[in-house]
Antibody, heavy 120, light 110 residues
Framework: QITLKESAPTEVKPTQTLTLTCTVSRFSLWSRGEGVGWVRQPPGKALEWLAIIYWSGDKYYGPSLETRLSITKDTSKNQVVLTIINVDPEDTATYYC????????????WGQGILVTVSS | QSVLTQPPSVSAAPGQKVTISCSGS????????VSWYQQVPGTAPRLLIY???RRPSGIPDRFSGSQSGTSATLGITGLQTADEADYYC???????????FGGGTKLTVL
């Protein structure tokens, strides 16, 4: 089955840029109709959908952070990268990489998540 | 503030049945299938229900889903202590062109 693994620094300082990398296995980023994206969860709070990139290169962003996000994919490395600029302590969260299958919308595979703390 | 609305908590005794509601609008639940996710504390969410009422392989038939208009419901029968978790509904919102979630519902099996 598909596996997704997140990597990122565990701590970043306010105003810095956070780069999160998702490495996918047993799945190709060229798979028609499928996408890989990101969801985050601040400690003790609800899930927040951030962004997704599809096999075609189409990208979509959640409205609350849209101006600070950029999602890209490197098909040769089977990686999807999410960049968040100008972070602040409210960006402290567990970040999950997710897979969206083709067909109707759902998120069928999730990475284990990585906790990133924004602190000076 | 989540786009989809869920009750913060529900509870029931072992063996009983519980339902969790998820309310949205015409731009999300009203036109897109709903999925449900279970998150046991300290672990990643996992897909429980997709396309309103379909179960992925390995999910027992104690879990069911339904949708009507701009609302959806997750049902769990034969409650077990292992079902204690947070449950989230999710779907696509065509106005936002983004995925959306509910605020989550904490299930306590008394």
């Amino acid at each position: 089955q598909i596996t997704l693994k997140e990597s990122a620094p565990t701590e970043v300082k306010p105003t810095q840029t956070l780069t999160l990398t998702c490495t996918v296995s047993r799945f190709s980023l060229w798979s028609r109709g499928e996408g890989v994206g990101w969801v985050r969860q601040p400690p003790g709070k609800a899930l927040e959908w951030l962004a997704i990139i599809y096999w075609s290169g189409d990208k979509y962003y959640g409205p609350s952070l849209e101006t600070r996000l950029s999602i890209t994919k490197d098909t040769s490395k089977n990686q999807v990268v999410l960049t968040i600029i100008n972070v602040d302590p409210e960006d402290t969260a567990t970040y999950y990489c997710i897979h969206r299958p083709s067909g109707f919308y759902s998120l069928d595979f999730w990475g284990q998540g990585i906790l990133v703390t924004v602190s000076s | 503030q989540s786009v989809l609305t869920q009750p913060p908590s529900v509870s029931a005794a072992p063996g009983q049945k519980v339902t969790i509601s998820c309310s949205g609008s015409s731009s999300n639940i009203g036109q897109s299938y709903v999925s449900w996710y279970q998150q046991v504390p300290g672990t990643a969410p996992r897909l429980l229900i997709y396309e309103n009422n379909r179960r992925p392989s390995g999910i027992p038939d104690r879990f069911s889903g339904s949708q009507s208009g701009t609302s959806a419901t997750l049902g769990i029968t034969g409650l077990q202590t292992a079902d204690e978790a947070d449950y989230y509904c999710g779907t696509w919102d065509s106005d936002l062109s983004a995925g959306v979630f509910g605020g989550g519902t904490k299930l306590t099996v008394l």
